[in-house]
């Protein structure tokens, strides 16, 4: 089959652009998941001042794009001396920008702990930490994961921008496939791959949700999330 | 950053940054919004009313295009499309693209609308055409349209994706002055910042509109 030989040609070229691929969406994620979880924590904060700072840092890394984030750090940082890799630079901009988006997903989760819960734990007099991580946050984290689920399909996608800062990813591969091998050759095996890849980090998210759902005695829900999505990315 | 910040470069490069950002993103993300809404809405009703392989098939097309980076699409396109200039491409893969979003958002107020309604339409044999128009969008419209406006404002932000296939966007413009003038700190500042002035009051004002729309 002349497909899969090409295919099978092609394969150690594509191969090192998925690992580029991955290395920016689970870095990406994990500093993204940080930040969401502080800034969304103290989004709720009783102290005026850290809900203000959060508040702030959440609409400015919302609001500035990922593109321009991506091209400060790796363009304008240098300048103010300080020099960041391009494989950090990417990393860090994916995890400011999906942070603050997921900072938001955070709050409303938490937001949406029923009262009676919060109340619950403070009658009861319950330590911050206590009430955080064997009250809320299990309950809060069954909400989260539908939202959390769709920003992480959308971080995969932004790793798409890392050939502007020369890094060779599976778009750059696949651009460079397309002179050798043609257009439709190169972008079908780069939508599958891509898909898959999507559909991986997506699987592994439901599979969290079902499973926090599960500990909380609830049957798991089809996923409704796109308002509330739409809402966080805006 | 006192240091590195000339106000002599600011001020030279605004004025470009502006017209890129009015002549390029604001066009595209209006004529990508109204593409992005009318599809999405088509989508939604024919995933309702196609037989139902078709519209497994359809949302299976709609998965692959919603789960595949946006950058990769406009390079298939561009090179697919050659004959066509680049802000016609920009405006179909952001039209597109988005249309799967607001396709699920449709969607969601479509299923909000209470069975009565459905029930009261086959009550009075209105056609499908017509329960669609004048019962079941209208009211889903009124769910629907702040989260559309929410992706309209994703979509802004996610212009400058389509740098890859050279649309002169204002991220464009900004790396260009950056590359001419060896600054680039205050070009990409500015253009960050006027991202900034114009999502937020956006997004502020969606989330308003969406407290006031809700039942």
Do not use: C
Not at chain 1, 72 to 92: C, D, N, T, Y
Not at chain 1, 142 to 160: C, F, W, Y
Not at chain 1, 196 to 203: A, D, H, K, M
Not at chain 2, 98 to 113: D, F, K, L, N
């Amino acid at each position: 089959m002349d497909f899969f030989e090409s295919l099978l040609d092609a394969w150690p070229q594509l191969w090192s652009g998925i690992q580029i691929t991955l290395q920016l969406s689970l870095g990406g994620a994990a500093l993204a998941f940080v930040i969401a979880v502080a800034l969304g924590l103290s989004s709720i904060s009783e102290i005026g001042v850290v809900r203000g700072v959060s508040r702030v840092l959440v609409e400015f890394f919302r609001g500035t794009s990922l593109v321009v984030q991506l091209f400060w750090l790796f363009f304008v940082l240098p300048q103010l001396g300080f020099r960041l890799e391009s494989m950090a630079a990417g990393i860090v901009a994916l995890g400011l920008n999906y942070g603050a988006y997921g900072a938001e997903v955070v709050r409303g989760s938490l937001n949406a702990v029923p009262k009676a819960q919060w109340e619950g734990t403070t009658a009861l007099s319950m330590p911050w930490v206590t009430k955080m991580r064997r009250i809320i946050w299990p309950q809060a984290w069954a909400l989260m994961l539908p939202g959390l689920n769709n920003l992480m399909v959308m971080l995969v996608k932004g790793t798409a921008l890392a050939l502007l800062i020369f890094l060779h990813d599976l778009t750059f591969v696949v651009d460079e496939l397309r002179r050798t091998e043609g257009t439709y050759f190169a972008f079908g095996v780069g939508f599958a791959l891509y898909y898959l890849i999507s559909l991986g980090f997506s699987t592994v998210l439901r599979m969290l949700e079902r499973r926090a759902q599960r500990k909380l005695g609830l049957a798991p829900t089809k996923a409704q999330t796109a308002q509330a999505t739409a809402g966080a990315v805006a | 950053m006192g240091i590195n910040w000339d106000w002599q470069d600011a001020a030279g490069v605004f004025p470009l940054l502006l017209e890129a950002f009015v002549t390029k993103t604001l066009v595209l993300t209006v004529v990508g919004s109204l593409i992005a809404a009318a599809l999405g809405l088509v989508w939604a009703v024919a995933l309702r009313e196609l037989p139902t392989p078709v519209s497994k098939v359809l949302a299976w097309v709609l998965d692959v295009i919603r789960m595949t980076p946006l950058p990769l699409q406009a390079f298939f396109l561009y090179y697919v499309f050659v004959q066509l200039d680049v802000m016609t491409i920009a405006f179909i893969v952001l039209g597109v693209h988005y249309s799967t979003y607001m396709a699920e958002s449709y969607r969601a107020g479509i299923e909000s609308i209470r069975k009565g309604q459905w029930e009261a339409a086959t009550a009075l044999s209105l056609p499908k055409s017509r329960t669609w128009r004048a019962v079941i969008v209208p009211q889903a419209l009124r769910a629907t349209l702040p989260s559309l406006g929410n992706w309209a404002i994703a979509m802004f932000k996610d212009t400058p994706f389509l740098i890859v296939i050279g649309v002169a966007e204002m991220v464009t413009s900004a790396r260009e002055y950056g590359g001419e003038n060896f600054t680039y700190v205050e070009a990409f500042t500015i253009a960050g910042l006027i991202f900034l002035a114009a999502s937020y009051p956006t997004a502020v004002l969606m989330r308003r509109l969406e407290k006031r729309l809700a039942y």
